[in-house]
Structure formats: C-alpha cells, structure tokens
C-alpha cells in the first residue's frame, strides 16, 4: 500500500463502531456525507489526526485530502494552533460578553477579503448563509433570492433546492419538512449561465433581494466560474439595486488570502464565511459593506444572535490560522502541489483510458470521471459515479482519503508534502489500473 502505516487493510474496529452507532444516531453520523453512502463500503473510523494525515481506529494511516473538510489549512491539529487554544482554554471557553479577540479576529478577515467592512461572527457556514439571507431581504426590503443549481449554502430551508452536495449525492431533489412557503422566494438558476439570470431579473423586476453564490463551485465537484458570468453578475445586481453575495464558506483564505473574490477581482457586496476561519473549531461570519451591516442588531433592527458566537477559543485558533496562512510562500506552496496532484491524477487516468476532466485552484481541486467540460450541475451529473465509487474504495484501501462523494472538491493544506503527493500518485496508478 502506498501510504499505510499497516500492510494489510483490516477495518475490523470501524466496521464494529459503525454498526453500534447506526444504532445510536440517523445513518450512524452527525452529518451524511461522512456515511460513505453514494460509494459504498463503510466509512472508517478515525483515531486521530495529524498534519496531512489521518489515523483510523484499526491502525491504518491515510493521507487526508478532506481536510475536516476544508478547515484544516495548516494540517491537522497544528501544533501553533494548539498552544495557542492550550493558553485560551485557561482564560475560559466562552465569555457570552466581548472579548478582544473578536477584534483581533474581524480586524484581519476585514483586511483581507475586498468586500468586508464589518463582520458578524456565528458558529457555522449554515448560521453565516442564514444571516446573511436575511440581511439581503433587510437591506432591500424584498424576499426573493437567486441561487444556483448545484450550489450549497448550508442547510437552512430556504437554500435546500437544487443544493448540491449531500443532498445531490443522496438523489434528494428537496428535503421533506420544508414547507413550500420556506422556498418559493428562491430562484434557481443553471451556474454560469448569465442569460439565466438575466431572465429572472426581467420576470421578477425589483423583487429581487439578492444573488449567492460559490464563487468557485465545490459542492456539485470542483467548477470554476466563467470570469463573463461573474462580471455579469456584478453588473445585474447593481442595475436591479439587488445585493451580491460570495459564499466563501469553502472558498475564504483557500482560493487565495483574500478568497475567491480577491483571486477573481471581483468584489461583491457581501460575503460569507466558515472553515477556515475557524482553524477547526466551530465558526461561521458573515460581513460586507457598512452600510449593509450597520443593519445587524443592535446597531440596527435585523436580528440575529448566538450564545457561543465569538467564543474565544474559536476565535483564537481562527488568528493563529490567519497568522499562520499569511506567512510568504503558503499559496505558493498549496498551488504547488495541489496542480501536481490533480494533473498527476489526470495524466494517470487518461493513460489508463479513462475520460476525466478536472482542475484545481490553491489548494481546493476535483476531477470527474466525464470528458467535460463541466460548467455546471447538469454537466456534473454526466460524470460515471460508479466508477467514482470503485475509484474512492481503492485509493482508501491504498491509505489516502478522499472525499467519499463525486459531488464534493478535495483540499490539501500546508502540510502535504511532495512524497505525499509522490505516494498518491502512485497508489493512482495502482487503482486507476484496476478499475
Ligand atoms: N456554504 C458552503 C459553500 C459550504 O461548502 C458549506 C459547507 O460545506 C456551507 C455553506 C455550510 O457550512 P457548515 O457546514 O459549517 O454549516
């Protein structure tokens, strides 16, 4: 095996864990992807993890391109990051009053993501997006909004359509248990198509509060935007007096320090944000232009609140991870090896005639099993997941660990070395091979 600490893939204890904990909680997780559900095969357990890798409960080591699913930018339990929380956890793990850390936290993020002059913090990418819908309805005094197909925004009733991700990888066009009322204020158009966009803006003139969207795709696979469709974009919103909102919940401090919005030079008017802002610990913000966030209570009258919002902990690993990303050569560095694995994985698959297409920006990539190109969701859902499947299986049974979903993009972080990459391609070669 190319990167186990073990010569043989047992998974005796994760096969015991996850059947006791099907018992205890819906499909055995606390959220669906992690069940291993559109690939088959059960999910292993982890023990630890630490830099690039992680360590299941039988032994077996892997090398992680999940990531906690984006956050872990510095590598898993980052010993800085540590020490920092260590020092923090002294002082107390919520305050529930301010803290000056929260400062030190929206001083950084406003000085470096183009569109954000104030922040709001919460727990998660679900809490940011919830926000920050609401205030797009506040400012404008409208209630439809635009997303696109394919793209997730967390899982609040008024996104859950079209929303990719989980969701499309378990074939579920909706949720049940939202109401219709909670949807039919969103709109729902094809990813890169202005002209669709343009449309809903004719048909629904001045009802329209907002647009959101990932600005590089990472919950229908990897996509990357037409550098028109977001230019159109821009320029839609402000003709309709509608709010433009990048969803950098994955995007934020990955695609580049200033996020997606920096690395496209394109500025809208709001911008949420998670993962990474939070160095693994649970945080979400939601920020903009002042103008639009002097509407949060209690400066203003949209409410919205949290009792662990900007605990100090999470804070806390939040700066270090900051401090840590903004070192030179960091998103040289992810850029570096992140093209090097996923043209690896290309070369690999071609050589072995299979039809792929894929990209990667910074350290965020993803491939499809489809000849391409993929612009949008309907592209997406060409790709063959079966194979997808079998090639999930046999890179996990070889020690790396990719995300068990054709519909999600893969991440490295600053701990991934070139022999690690060296060690993914080879076990490519050996599943590539065989599937
Ligand atoms: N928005 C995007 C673009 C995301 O990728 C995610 C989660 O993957 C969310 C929102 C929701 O974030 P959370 O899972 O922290 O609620």
């Given at each position: 095996?190319?990167?186990?600490a073990v010569?043989?893939f047992?998974?005796?204890?994760?096969d015991k864990?996850f059947a006791?904990?099907?018992?205890?909680?819906?499909?055995?997780?606390?959220?669906?992807?992690?069940?291993?559900?559109?690939?088959?095969?059960?999910?292993?357990?982890?023990?630890?993890v630490?830099?690039a890798?992680?360590y299941?409960v039988?032994?077996?080591?892997?090398i992680?391109?999940?990531?906690?699913?984006g956050p872990?930018?510095?590598?898993?339990a980052?010993?800085e990051v540590n020490?920092?929380?260590?020092?923090?956890?002294?002082?107390?793990?919520?305050?529930?009053?301010?803290?000056?850390?929260?400062?030190?936290?929206?001083q950084k993020?406003?000085d470096?993501?183009?569109?954000?002059e104030?922040?709001?913090?919460?727990?998660?990418g679900?809490?940011?997006?919830m926000?920050a819908?609401?205030l797009?309805?506040?400012?404008?005094?409208?209630?439809?909004?635009i997303?696109?197909?394919?793209c997730?925004?967390?899982?609040?009733?008024?996104?859950?359509v079209?929303?990719?991700s989980?969701v499309?990888?378990l074939?579920?066009?909706d949720?049940?248990?939202?109401?219709?009322?909670a949807?039919?204020g969103t709109?729902?158009a094809?990813?890169?198509?202005a002209?669709a966009?343009?449309?809903?803006?004719?048909?629904?003139?001045?009802?329209i509060?907002g647009?959101?969207?990932?600005?590089?795709?990472?919950?229908?696979?990897?996509?990357?935007p037409?550098?028109?469709?977001?230019e159109e974009?821009r320029k839609l919103?402000?003709?309709?007096?509608a709010?433009?909102?990048?969803?950098?919940?994955?995007?934020?401090?990955r695609?580049a320090y200033g996020?997606a919005?920096q690395?496209?030079?394109?500025?809208?008017?709001?911008?949420?944000?998670?993962k990474?802002?939070?160095?693994g610990?649970?945080?979400g913000?939601y920020?903009?232009?002042?103008?639009?966030?002097?509407?949060v209570?209690?400066a203003?009258?949209m409410?919205q609140?949290g009792?662990?919002?900007?605990n100090p902990?999470?804070?806390?690993a939040?700066?270090?991870?900051?401090?840590?990303?903004?070192?030179?050569g960091?998103y040289?560095?992810?850029?570096?090896?992140t093209?090097?694995?996923?043209?690896?994985?290309?070369?690999?698959?071609?050589?072995?005639?299979h039809?792929?297409?894929?990209?990667?920006?910074?350290?965020?990539?993803?491939?499809?099993?489809?000849?391409?190109p993929v612009?949008?969701?309907?592209d997406a859902?060409?790709?063959?997941?079966d194979?997808f499947?079998r090639w999930?299986?046999?890179?996990l049974e070889?020690?790396?660990y990719?995300?068990?979903?054709?519909?999600?993009?893969?991440?490295?972080?600053?701990?991934?070395t070139?022999?690690d990459i060296?060690?993914?391609?080879?076990?490519?070669k050996i599943v590539?091979?065989?599937?």
């Open positions: 095996r190319a990167a186990a010569t043989e047992v998974t005796t204890k994760s864990i006791e904990a099907q018992e205890l909680m819906p499909g055995g997780v606390s959220s669906p992807v992690r069940a291993f559900k559109s690939v088959g095969g059960g999910p292993v357990v982890f023990d630890h630490k830099d890798y992680a299941d039988d032994g077996n080591k892997y992680d391109y999940v990531g906690t699913w872990a930018i510095c590598g898993h980052n010993d020490d920092a929380l260590k020092l923090a956890l002294e002082n107390g793990t919520s305050f529930g009053a301010p803290c000056e850390l929260e400062n030190v936290l929206a993020v406003i470096a993501v183009p569109s954000v104030m922040v709001r913090f919460c727990n998660s679900t809490e940011a997006c926000g819908l609401r797009m309805r506040a400012y404008t005094g409208r209630s439809k909004i997303k696109f197909e394919g997730y925004h967390g899982h609040a009733d008024p996104f859950l079209q929303a990719g989980g499309a990888t074939g579920l066009p949720s049940p248990g939202v109401p219709d009322g949807t039919s709109l729902c094809p990813y890169n198509d002209a966009v343009a449309k809903l803006f004719a048909e629904h003139k001045d009802e509060a647009v959101i969207l990932e600005p590089v795709v990472g919950n229908s696979g990897f996509i990357i037409d550098k028109e469709f977001l974009l919103t402000t003709e309709n007096g709010v433009l909102c990048f969803d950098e919940v994955m995007t934020g401090f695609i996020g919005q690395y496209h030079g394109i500025t809208p008017d709001m911008t949420t944000m998670g990474v802002i939070g160095g610990l649970p945080v913000a920020g903009g232009k002042k103008e639009i966030m002097q509407m209570a209690p203003g009258p409410y609140a009792t662990l919002s900007g902990l999470a804070m806390t939040g700066i270090k991870t900051l401090d840590i990303l903004s070192r030179e960091s040289e560095h992810l850029e570096k090896i093209s090097r694995l996923i043209n690896g994985i290309l070369e690999i698959a071609k050589e072995n005639g039809a792929v297409c894929g990209g990667s920006i910074s350290g965020m990539f993803g491939f499809f099993f489809c000849e391409g612009k949008n969701f309907q859902t060409a790709s063959d997941t194979k499947a999930h299986r046999g890179m070889q020690g790396v990719l995300a068990p979903s054709q519909y999600e993009a893969g991440f490295t972080g600053l701990t991934h070139e022999e060296d060690a993914t391609l080879a076990a490519a590539m091979s065989n599937l």
